[in-house]
């Protein structure tokens, strides 16, 4: 079960079982992954309840995206372990870089406060080697090198991880499919701030535009990838 079939209504459900996805698209051989814009200000400085968080991060996702966080951290050290390409995108906070039209309500605090809150969180922070880039729209891929990153390194899969999963994570899916690369968005490490939103949208992504697999299915796959490339060194 992934849990968007709470969100199914009965016609729905019969649609989903005539048109719906009955098998996955599969990955490829030279996966990268990728997160998307896990900062402070997403998440908070404490692992609070979205409507607490929410008092100094109106844009906060609360526990459920800690949740995420803390499995992301898990796949991240086997992508490491496994030499997986890892590639940090973030928003770009130089000025004013808003994409959307809806006003957000702005929390008083210090500049060094507001600061921090750009910054990727420590579970799943950048080691040396590991590129970041920076977005100033909702798609990793829109306006940033990440496709010829991607290019250079032979990539045919792109595994995500991050937020929000009906925003960024959606919008970068959507452009990753459309430039063929195979996608991949790990269900328990992508979050929203409201479950419908969720959940919706990675049954619609998983239906059109990638493959949404468990965590413990990526983990598999990248142990798969990491013990194929050292045969090949040994062969």
């Not at 890892?86 to 808003?98: C, D, F, R, W």
């Not at 406060?113 to 080697?129: A, F, H, L, N, S």
């Not at 996608?183 to 328990?188: I, Y």
């Amino acid at each position: 079960m992934y849990g968007w079939e709470a969100y199914l209504s009965e016609r729905d459900k019969k649609h989903d079982e005539q048109w719906g996805k009955k098998e996955l698209y599969g990955f490829g051989s030279k996966p990268a992954f990728v997160l998307i814009d896990i900062y402070y200000s997403v998440l908070g400085f404490k692992r609070e309840p979205i409507f607490e968080s929410m008092e100094m991060w109106p844009s906060s996702t609360g526990l459920e995206g800690w949740a995420a966080v803390d499995k992301t951290a898990e796949l991240l050290a086997v992508a490491r372990e496994n030499g997986i390409p890892v590639i940090h995108v973030k928003g770009l906070h130089s000025g004013v870089n808003h994409w959307g039209r809806r006003k957000r309500k702005l929390v008083e605090m210090s500049p060094e406060m507001r600061q921090r809150g750009t910054q990727i969180v420590d579970e799943v922070k950048p080691v040396e080697g590991e590129l970041i880039i920076e977005k100033a729209a909702p798609s990793a891929f829109h306006g940033t090198p990440l496709t010829f990153q991607l290019i250079s390194l032979g990539i045919d899969t792109v595994i995500v991880a991050g937020e929000t999963t009906s925003g960024c994570v959606r919008a970068s899916v959507v452009d990753g499919a459309t430039q063929r690369f195979r996608m991949g968005v790990v269900s328990e490490c992508v979050f929203d701030r409201t479950e419908a939103s969720h959940y919706m949208n990675l049954y619609d992504m998983h239906n059109k535009y990638a493959d949404v697999v468990f965590l413990e299915d990526a983990k598999e796959y990248f142990n798969q990838i990491g013990a194929a490339n050292k045969q090949k060194i040994h062969a």
